[in-house]
């Protein structure tokens, strides 16, 4: 009995070993969580007892955003009539991307705004990119992974929508003008003359209330759209790495397509947004947008 009870003790202890070091290895695998870790925070000068904090997202935006930065830099920094290979690539690419915005809001708009919705795509389809290289959250600083798609992170996307929100409303106002944008949003549609024209003055000023609350949303479906596809396509990405690089493969191809598709998609998203609203270049755009 005595040597019984010595085996049970011993296979207990295994068993609250081995469980032990499975813990330990799994708090040593940074898995990916919805909330960023911040690796600093600076302290605001002019705001006592408040500091900003710099999450790996937030350091992944930054390196995107001077990834590009030296990209252009280094293809536009001796151009010629006949052009290199990069700046053969850089043109084509801008080429691409002005001819697709100008088949969704006109030449006139284009030629106005081209460069947010350039920055936007090219700022998504990068940052989502270097989000899948190999090891990107191996890489730690005081126990935190330093690197992380950033765009797995809500409050880059968060960001990204409000600030278009701003902007939108901007360009709205400089196109429009505040009378003709109530008017717009509020007014009579379909060139109702009349009596109808003013019996239906209700309905169309609660059309206009719908539209206000489907303006402020916009910066919350656009967060989450993007942030949802990016962050689970990193967080599958992350569990098919502990199986094998093998298992991983077909993700990784899904992922990149998912990547250029979702910067697609929030460049096409914003600019039928703006042209909704102002309309384009012919008389007849805004009959048709009512």
């Excluded at 040593?28 to 790996?56: K, M, Q, R, Y």
């Excluded at 030296?70 to 010629?80: A, I």
């Excluded at 600083?141 to 809500?154: E, I, K, W």
């Excluded at 003013?198 to 000023?205: D, E, G, S």
Aim: charged residues 10%; contains cysteine; glycine residues 8%.
């Amino acid at each position: 009995m005595k040597y019984l009870l010595q085996k049970l003790a011993a296979i207990g202890m295994f068993t609250v070993s081995a469980s032990a070091a499975e813990h330990a290895a799994e708090a040593e695998h940074h898995g990916l969580t919805t909330d960023a870790p911040v690796l600093w925070n600076i302290d605001i000068p002019f705001w006592p007892g408040h500091s900003l904090p710099i999450s790996n997202s937030l350091v992944m935006f930054c390196l995107a955003v001077l990834l590009i930065t030296l990209l252009l830099r280094l293809s536009t920094r001796n151009m010629q009539r006949i052009p290199g290979k990069l700046q053969n690539f850089v043109e084509w690419v801008f080429e691409t991307l002005y001819n697709f915005v100008e088949g969704l809001i006109g030449k006139k708009l284009t030629a106005k705004y081209f460069w947010y919705f350039a920055t936007v795509f090219l700022l998504i389809l990068v940052s989502n990119y270097m989000g899948l290289i190999p090891g990107v959250g191996e890489v730690t600083y005081n126990g935190q992974p330093l690197f992380r798609g950033a765009n797995a992170d809500l409050n880059i996307t968060i960001f990204l929508g409000l600030f278009y929100t701003f902007i939108w409303f901007v360009w709205v106002m400089k196109e429009q003008g505040p009378w003709h944008f109530l008017t717009h949003t509020f007014g009579p549609k379909g060139g109702l003359t009349g009596f109808l024209k003013y019996a239906l003055l209700p309905i169309f000023f609660f059309v206009g209330i719908i539209e206000l609350v489907s303006i402020a949303v916009r910066p919350i479906a656009l967060a989450a759209r993007l942030f949802g596809n990016i962050f689970a396509g990193e967080a599958i990405l992350e569990q098919m790495s502990l199986l094998s690089w093998a298992a991983m493969l077909p993700f990784m191809a899904l992922e990149i397509i998912v990547g250029f598709v979702q910067a697609l998609v929030f460049l096409m998203l914003t600019a039928i947004f703006l042209k909704t609203q102002v309309g384009g270049d012919d008389e007849d755009t805004e009959a048709a947008t009512h």
